[in-house]
């Protein structure tokens, strides 16, 4: 299963241009700048993102504001293989990606010469996937002689918090949870990041799509969507389940998927359906709670460690 954004593609692609604009190498990157708004401190990019099942493109003014966008999902297309299919999502990719930035550009009121720069998710993600928006951000910064700029994808879902809320500062806790990766992490400054812990097994993505593809679920959208939806109308009591190393003062979680296999056992006696909707909530309830306690120990040890030394958190 390839990693699903917890923000929408676009706002993704946002935050890739911010993690530009935060970005130290910015300062030499455009000091030739050639596009519209090339002036010291002001100046438009480029964002495309395409390292997963979304295509999607932004462009971002220096100051934040988000000026044109356009996405196309691919929802209905893996529908119906339980997941994202590599190769179907490569070709939709290429099929889209064209349309797809001169949307985001037609939103903006620009054209591709008058952009500043140009960003690009270069991974984590899916490979051919990500390929397709590498090609299409490279043919840009080539034609029209821009700089081009690859940027980390978590990186970026990181930065977009400052995007969303400029009066957040360095360093700030973050919480990372998305299809592939749950990371608490620290982020001291644009390419600095401290690593608290994270998943030892299951992301919590992962354990969501797994336990609806057990529960023979629809996860053409995403396991935790469709979970969510049954489970608004289920008990969060029916079933109880623990949360894995609740005692332990660390900021590492694990056995976050062991609660659908369990749930899996027990739901599919008949009548399954309605025992399925009734227990569905206890181990949605297990995964959060465990990522909360986890958040809940990192910030004691932020804390604990600034008092050490003499900073206030």
């Not at 300062?27 to 979304?54: H, K, M, N, P, Y």
């Not at 051919?128 to 029209?144: H, M, N, S, T, W």
């Not at 620290?186 to 919590?204: F, I, N, P, Q, R």
């Not at 894995?244 to 899996?264: I, Q």
Request: charged residues 20%; positive net charge.
């Amino acid at each position: 299963m390839g990693e699903r954004a917890v923000l929408p593609a676009a706002a993704a692609a946002a935050g890739i241009s911010a993690a530009m604009r935060e970005g130290c190498c910015i300062a030499t990157a455009l000091t030739c700048g050639r596009g519209r708004c090339a002036q010291e401190g002001d100046f438009c990019v480029l964002g495309i993102e395409t390292s997963c099942d979304d295509t999607a493109a932004a462009v971002v003014h220096s100051n934040g504001t988000i000026l044109g966008e356009s996405k196309r999902t691919q929802d209905e297309l893996h529908a119906n293989w339980g997941g994202v299919v590599p190769g179907l999502a490569r070709d939709a990719h290429q099929a889209a990606i064209e349309q797809v930035v001169e949307e985001a550009l037609c939103n903006a009121a620009m054209a591709a010469k008058d952009v500043d720069a140009v960003a690009v998710t270069m991974g984590p993600g899916l490979e051919i996937c990500l390929r397709v928006g590498f090609r299409k951000a490279r043919d840009i910064a080539l034609a029209f002689d821009r700089p081009f700029v690859s940027v980390h994808h978590l990186e970026a879902h990181v930065l977009t918090v400052r995007q969303s809320d400029p009066s957040i500062q360095f360093p700030f806790l973050v919480l990372l949870v998305s299809g592939g990766h749950c990371q608490l992490l620290v982020a001291v400054a644009v390419g600095e990041y401290k690593m608290l812990g994270g998943t030892l097994d299951d992301s919590l993505g992962e354990a969501y799509d797994k336990t609806a593809r057990m529960l023979g679920l629809d996860v053409g959208g995403g396991g935790g969507q469709v979970l969510e939806a049954l489970a608004r109308s289920g008990d969060p009591l029916a079933v109880k389940f623990g949360v894995p190393m609740k005692t332990r003062k660390v900021c590492w979680a694990a056995g976050l998927g062991r609660g659908g296999d369990s749930l899996s056992r027990c739901s599919l006696t008949p009548p399954p359906h309605a025992r399925m909707v009734t227990s569905l909530p206890a181990p949605r309830l297990s995964k959060i709670r465990t990522a909360t306690s986890r958040l809940r120990v990192s910030r004691q040890q932020c804390a604990l460690r600034s008092r050490r030394r003499g900073v206030t958190s």
